[in-house]
């Protein structure tokens, strides 16, 4: 699997979260407490961008249907039934960040 270069690290930080293409896919980056972590873009329940949600502590609400993630695991915490939002791999490089898709 490719690293692809998908963001500032600096830009992160300042946003704290923020939705990113990395390759075909569509990615969002969350900074939680200094670390980076990327997930799907799109809910899996209903292909919802999540990224017109709402971010907390650990947690991405999905705006559809109310559907909330756990973003480092990617587990349903709370909503309709559906697969486990996808994760991804980051590594930091040269003040970038990197997703592993």
Known sequence: MPWIDVASRATLAERRWMEVAAGR????LFDIAGSVH?????CPHHAAFL???????????CPRHQGRFHIP??????????PSLAVY??????GRVLVEI
Request: with cysteine; proline share 6%; glycine share 8%.
């Open 38 to 42: 990327a997930t799907s873009a799109i």
């Open 51 to 61: 990224s017109q949600g709402s971010f907390e502590a650990d947690m991405v609400d």
């Open 73 to 82: 695991t990617g587990a349903l915490l709370r909503g309709p039934a559906c």
């Open 89 to 94: 791999p980051t590594k930091i490089e040269d």
């Open 25 to 28: 896919k569509a990615v969002l």
